[in-house]
Structures are given as C-alpha cells and as structure tokens.
C-alpha cells in the first residue's frame, strides 16, 4: 500500500489533475502495486506471458465491463448483463443448429450462421429495450429491473435449453470467430476486440457529447434535464449498448466452445459491478472512468490468479476478493478525503 | 376501489395462485386428495421449505424500509448453516448449539453494520465485500473434497439434527416455521408498536430530517443489520436442519428471493414504506408458486417465472402507488 501514498502525494495545491484522473492514476498503480506484490509472493508469477493471460483470461467481463461503467456513471445498475450471455449464446445456437435432429436439443431453426448471429444479438438487444423500458417509463429503480431481466434472460435460454446445453448439429463455421487467432500470435479475436471496443470507449467518455452528457446525468439528473437533455432516450440508449455488447460476448462464448449452454455467464454480472467499483466508478453515478474499470479488472485478475499460484484453496478467492475490493474502497475515499481537505 | 386494491391486492394474488394451482390438475386428482394441491401434506411440506424464507422477510423488509439493504444475507445463511452442523457434528447439544449459531449471526450483522454506518461504505458494495467474504469463510470451514458437513463415516449427526426442520410439534409443522411465525410476530410488534420501527420509517424517507429531529439514524440501521443477522442465522439453521447438512452453498440466491418477497410485499425500494407482514405473504407467494409449479411445468422454467413475477411486481407496484397518488 506504500505505493499508493507515494502517487497521491506529490500533486499538491496545483490540481494538474481532475479528481477522476487521479483515482485513475490510484487504480492503476494499486493494480500494478498488487502485481508486484504477487510476483514477489508467487513463484513464476513475474512473466511476459502470465501479464498477457490477465487480460486475455478476461475479455468477457471487461467487454462487458465497458457497458457497465458507462451506465454507472449514468446512476443505473445493469445487472442484466451476465444472462444476456447466456441467452444470446444459447439464441445464437438454436437459431444455426440445423432443422431435423434426433431429439429436441439437437433440432434448430436452421438459419445461415450470419443471420443466427443477428437474431441472436436482436434478442440481447431486446432486453437491453425491455431494461430501458422499465428504468426510464415505468421509474422503477434499475437494480430491481436489471435483476428481473437477468432472471428473465437466463431463464429464456433455460427453457431453450431445457436447463442444459445445446451443442450437436452445428456447421464448422460456428466454431470460427471464438477460436479466431490474429496477427500470427496466439490472442484471439475476441481479445482483439475488447480491446478495440475499450479504445472507442475511451475516445467516446472524453471526448465526443455522447460521454459527457453521460456524466451530466449521473452527477445531477435535473440539472441534465433543465438543461435541454434528453435523459430518457440517452439511457435507453446506453441500455441498448451495453446489451449489445453483452449479446456479442455470449455470441463469441458460444462460438468458442461451440455450444450454447444455459448457465454460462453466471455471476458475470456481479464481477463487472465489483470491477467498475474496484476502478472508482461511483456508484451513485457522475463519475469513474473506462480506464479505471480495466485496471479495477486487473486487480481483480491478479488476486484470482495469485490465488490459484499460490496453491490456496480455491476457496480463498472469495476472502481475497472481499478484502481487495474493501482496501480498494477505503483507499479511494481516503485519497479523496486527503486531496479535496 | 383502488384503495381496497392497494391494500388487499396481495392477499388476492396469492388466493388466485392457489385457486390456479388447485383446479389444474382436478381432472386427474380429487379436491384434497393426494396429488391435488390442497392435499393437506403437501401444505405442510411447502410450509417446511418455505420457513428459511419466512424466517428472513421481515427483518429484511424492516432494513429497507430504512432505505438500506444487506445483500449478503445469503451467505451469512450458508455461514451459519456450516456453523449449527459443526457444533451439532461435534457433540454440542440442540441448545447451546442453537444459541451460539444465533450468536455468530448478529456477529456477522455486527458487521455488516460497522461497515455500513461506521466507514460509511455504500449499503450495496459493502454487503457485496461480506457477501463474497462470509461465502469464502464458510466454504474453508468445509475441509477440502466434501461439499457439506454431513455424516461420514463414523462421525455422524445426531440424531436430534434434523427434528427441528422437519418433524411435526404442531398442526403437523416442525418448530422452524413456528419459529418464523414468531419471529415474524415479534417483528410486526416491533413494527407498529416500538420506536425502533418509526425510527426505521423516518430514517428510510427522510434521513436528514430523521437526523435533525434527533434520530440516531446511525444506531436504528446497526440494529437493524444485527437483527437482519440474527434472523439469517435462524434461516440457516432452518435450512440445515431440513437437509440434514451444513451446506456452504446453502443460502445462495436467498437475497434474490428476499429482494423479490419484499417488493412484492408492497415495500419501496427506495426506503421510507413497507411491512412486515406483507413481505411474509410475500414469501408463501413465492414459494406457493415455485413448488405448485412443479406439477405444471418442468424445472427449468422456474428462473423465468420468477424473474417475470419480479418485473410483474415491480411495475404493479410501481402502477399502484402512482394511482394512490393522483
């Protein structure tokens, strides 16, 4: 932790830096505090190769990360979604799987794969427009709603699935984007574009309107209002983005294991909450950044997998990850006590 | 009309569920025969399953009315559950083995509290940190390559262990739901009777204006963290003693059905209205509905049906407080 102090000490009375760049620059030099701290502790930790698998490893749940924040900083929870992989995996599947198989779970609508994939990704985005109807007609609160969606969801792909996994009866091309390498290494498409996916982000949340009426939103809802914007359709479309996006990973997870099976994605939605979070996205909206989301996830990975070089019990993965989640919580309001004093 | 509706509405839903789930199969089952709904054992058996979640509502529907939630209601479930099967495993007698399981569950409150009102963490993200913490703690005290803590071998439960969950005291029903029922009563005193519940009241719709008026806004939530504890202790205890094991995993999802009992108990989320008693009529809706389903349709249509019954309740909810309020 002595690494932190040292990085919120030298910016003085001067404000070079907004309150937001700076739990960024607080994140990311825990996250790498926290990687040195585990090279130190774990054998072999300390390796090009495991750097690069943190990331990788993690493509889903910071692509998905990326919708979550952005609603973050509107005010509203997404907790939808972990089930909208599953459902548009499981959609995506049972639209390509070929018509006329031996039993029920191996029967399809036999679409071509490219049409499957957009049927499927309209399906996400159908519970992105059901969150958005609910959080801005109805005013319900949006953790209620995006829970209700995500059992929704989830409970869709069960019902196709009939509680199990679908995975016979698919054309080789399904298999083809998941297992996608590039650029004659061994990262895959999807890791390509979850990093592309961040770039844009980032070039959206600084520097076009979209991003920074998002944060109007989050820090003063009426104020966003008085001023002429339109908060009901910027949420509906935030909403729309991050099930899109939530489709695209589950239509890539299923491609990668070329099955669609009802329970994948489960908790997902809890660890892009808990990474956001961890990244000093506040949860009462208005701020937090992209960036600080990726790091958040990086900490997260490197007590997952320090855990599991350590030769703990899986177990202790739990504990590590409440008490990092905890001294990343009470690091930040403490550097941002000591700085705004 | 929409009044009588506002305030009744909930007796009436669960009257058609069970009206519903009664009918549907007649044409195979007599009324009250075996295999109908209303057959008198299968009531008592969905009273039996549902008494970890009767046990939990009304403490549940009391924190949010304060305008706070405990998300790891769940895993202080699984916790305590591990806890009550090691003592009992270890030869500590139904008592003291009882008290001590209560004891570790306001603990557990405790702490939820001090990191809610004392470092003052978000409600949601600090019951998330013990949420994953609590689950982590109890899957450890399970050594490693056993699920639960259950008899193997030589060391076996005794025998007393699963009497409490199951075996009939009265009217058929084992004393865990008798325990809800009170816990439940106690809480709806407390509710209408005691300052603690207009305290939770006040601070759930106006905690600064609770605060200026002297409240110790501060205090009511800490209490209200140990007693939601308590009651998840009680819960556990319920749910191991019914399965006859101290399952970590036990309680996993419970703060989903919680969330979702006392919303459609008719309590808002944003704190300030709610009771007691509806979110325990909450809760046998749930349950009446989860377990009747099963003679209609496969398993895997439960997680729809809830999250459906979610959104349902959320919007009526929403649809009624607004036409109270035209």
């Not at chain 1, 030099?29 to 390796?47: K, W």
């Not at chain 2, 009324?31 to 549940?60: E, H, Q, W």
């Amino acid at each position: 932790m002595s690494l932190v102090t040292k990085s919120a000490k030298p910016i003085g009375h001067k404000r070079s830096l907004s309150d937001e760049m700076f739990i960024t620059m607080l994140v990311a030099s825990v996250a790498v505090g926290i990687f040195l701290l585990a090279s130190v502790l774990v054998p072999n930790f300390f390796q090009w190769q495991n750097l690069i698998n943190l990331v990788t490893n993690n493509w889903a749940v910071i692509s998905l990360g990326i919708g979550v924040t952005f609603l973050l900083v509107s005010g509203n929870f997404d907790l939808s979604v972990g089930g909208i992989v599953a459902l548009s995996g499981v959609l995506s599947v049972w639209f390509v799987q070929s018509t006329g198989g031996v039993n029920a779970l191996s029967t399809g609508l036999g679409m071509p794969y490219w049409l499957g994939v957009i049927c499927a990704l309209g399906g996400a985005l159908a519970i992105g427009g059901l969150n958005a109807l609910f959080v801005v007609r109805f005013r319900i609160p949006s953790i209620i709603v995006t829970l209700g969606t995500m059992m929704v969801a989830r409970g869709i792909a069960q019902v196709i699935t009939q509680g199990s996994q679908r995975n016979t009866n698919l054309p080789d091309e399904f298999g083809f984007l998941g297992n996608l390498t590039m650029f004659g290494t061994s990262i895959r498409f999807p890791v390509v574009l979850m990093a592309f996916m961040l770039i844009v982000a980032v070039i959206i949340e600084r520097k076009m309107v979209f991003g920074r009426i998002t944060y109007w939103i989050g820090a003063n809802p009426i104020a966003a209002t008085l001023s002429g914007i339109d908060k009901a359709k910027h949420v509906t479309y935030l909403y729309l983005f991050s099930s899109g996006i939530a489709g695209v990973v589950g239509i890539l997870l299923s491609s990668e294991f070329k099955s669609g099976y009802s329970n994948r994605g489960m908790l997902m939605e809890f660890d892009a909450l808990v990474i956001a979070l961890l990244g000093g996205v506040a949860i009462a909206g208005g701020f937090g950044s992209v960036v600080g989301m990726f790091f958040g996830a990086i900490i997260l990975a490197v007590v997952t997998s320090a855990t599991t070089g350590l030769t703990l019990s899986p177990d202790w993965q739990f504990i590590l990850k409440a008490v990092a989640v905890f001294l990343a919580i009470m690091t930040q309001t403490w550097a941002l006590a000591r700085r705004n004093r | 009309m929409a009044q009588f509706l506002r305030n009744y509405y909930i007796y009436l839903v669960l009257l058609v569920i069970i009206v519903i789930l009664s009918l549907t199969n007649l044409d195979r089952f007599d009324l009250f025969a075996r295999g109908n709904f209303l057959y008198d054992r299968n009531i008592i058996n969905i009273l039996r399953v549902s008494a970890p979640l009767l046990t939990l509502a009304g403490a549940f529907t009391l924190l949010m009315v304060s305008g706070y939630i405990d998300l790891s209601v769940g895993s202080t479930m699984g916790l305590s559950a591990v806890i009550y099967a090691m003592l009992a495993i270890n030869g500590v007698p139904f008592l003291a083995a009882f008290g001590l399981t209560m004891v570790c569950g306001a603990l557990l409150g405790a702490f939820n509290g001090l990191l809610v009102v004392k470092l003052k963490i978000t409600p949601v993200i600090a019951t998330l940190i013990t949420l994953s913490l609590f689950k982590g703690i109890a899957l450890l005290l399970v050594q490693d390559g056993v699920s639960a803590i259950k008899s193997i071998g030589d060391i076996k439960m005794p025998t007393w262990f699963n009497s409490y969950g199951r075996e009939g005291v009265l009217m058929g029903l084992p004393m865990a739901f008798w325990v809800a029922v009170a816990v439940t009563i106690i809480l709806v005193v407390a509710q209408n009777r005691t300052l603690l519940g207009k305290y939770a009241a006040a601070t759930g719709g106006n905690p600064i204006a609770a605060k200026l008026s002297g409240i110790q806004t501060g205090r009511v939530v800490f209490v209200l963290y140990i007693i939601v504890g308590v009651t998840a202790a009680l819960a556990g205890i319920a749910r191991s003693s019914f399965m006859s094991l101290g399952d970590p995993l036990s309680g996993d999802g419970m703060e989903l059905n919680a969330i979702l009992i006392v919303l459609i108990g008719g309590t808002a989320f944003s704190g300030g209205e709610g009771r007691v008693f509806r979110s325990f009529i909450g809760a046998l809706i749930i349950m009446v509905l989860t377990v009747g389903m099963l003679t209609l349709v496969p398993a895997y249509f439960q997680t729809l049906v809830i999250g459906a019954a979610l959104l349902a309740a959320a919007a009526s909810n929403h649809l009624i407080s607004r036409k109270a309020a035209e």
